[in-house]
């Protein structure tokens, strides 16, 4: 629609006598085409068996068409000067729509370039300080490792065992009063339900308490784990012993039931 509409405004800027001299081109043209259609209908063979040869003659015909087209030299369609600028603006105006086309797909092209530049160069960028960091991170272990010696590693060694036993005093410390807190000595839990019960049976005064016997099982099985079992005599209140035994706390001799050792724990 729009060619139309170019043709018809490039024609109507046209002059009468170049517009006529056009028209009669055109129709010398037009004849000169029919002319040469009705020769090509007239001399086409009829259709044969051979469609081989049918083929080979085509081509024969194409490729010496072509040698003389090749001969020919171009000459103008018209020469009036008047309709050869109107050409020539036309095709300039053509040429510079598609040229503008091409720059907007070349400014499209190279916009989406810089883009993935930008990516690509802050994705260099975090790669290089991220190298950066791991250098800077094995230089600080190489120069600490080359800082130790054995003496700091004694003592480092020696601090860490220090900790150790603190934190197991601690540890102590705290089941103790636990164990003081939630399981009293019977002497005292006798002395405070003695009416109430009307006990008249009196406990041994030697009686130890859960926490010494839970101490005397841990000290076996670390001073002799060859024989961690521990003898029960009339020190140890037998509703402790129960109690270790009924938890899983610790176990009864396979042969000796007097005889007890904390329970392996995994």
């Known amino acids: 629609m729009a060619e139309v509409k170019s043709g018809g405004q490039a024609a109507a800027e046209l002059s009468e006598a170049a517009l006529s001299e056009l028209m009669d081109l055109c129709e010398d043209q037009f004849a000169q085409l029919e002319k040469l259609q009705n020769e090509i209908i007239l001399c086409e063979p009829d259709f044969c068996e051979n469609t081989r040869e049918q083929a080979v003659n085509r081509l024969m015909a194409t490729d010496a068409e072509l040698k003389q087209w090749l001969t ?16 020539g603006k036309e095709e300039m105006l053509k040429l510079c729509s598609e040229l503008e086309m091409v720059l907007s797909c070349q400014e499209a092209k190279r916009d989406k370039l810089r883009e993935t530049k930008e990516l690509e160069q802050k994705w260099l ?71 109430k019960k009307n006990i008249t049976q009196e406990l041994d005064e030697d009686l130890i308490s859960l926490n010494e016997i839970l101490e005397l099982l841990m000290n076996k099985v670390l001073n002799t784990p060859h024989d961690p079992y521990v003898t029960i005599d009339n020190t140890f209140w037998p509703p402790y012993i129960e109690m270790l035994l009924r938890y899983g706390i610790a176990v009864r001799h396979q042969e000796n039931n007097f005889k007890i050792r904390l329970e392996t724990f995994c």
């Open 125 to 195: 960028e975090e790669k290089k300080q991220a190298l950066l960091a791991a250098k800077d991170h094995v230089e600080r272990l190489q120069m600490e490792k080359g800082k130790l010696s054995e003496h700091s590693v004694l003592q480092d060694t020696k601090a860490k065992i220090q900790k150790t036993k603190v934190y197991q005093e601690r540890l102590m410390e705290s089941l103790g009063d636990l164990l003081e807190k939630h399981v009293p000595l019977p002497q005292d839990e006798y002395s405070t339900n003695k009416k």
């Open 72 to 87: 020919v030299e171009p000459t103008l369609l018209a020469s009036n000067s008047e309709v050869l600028l109107q050409t």
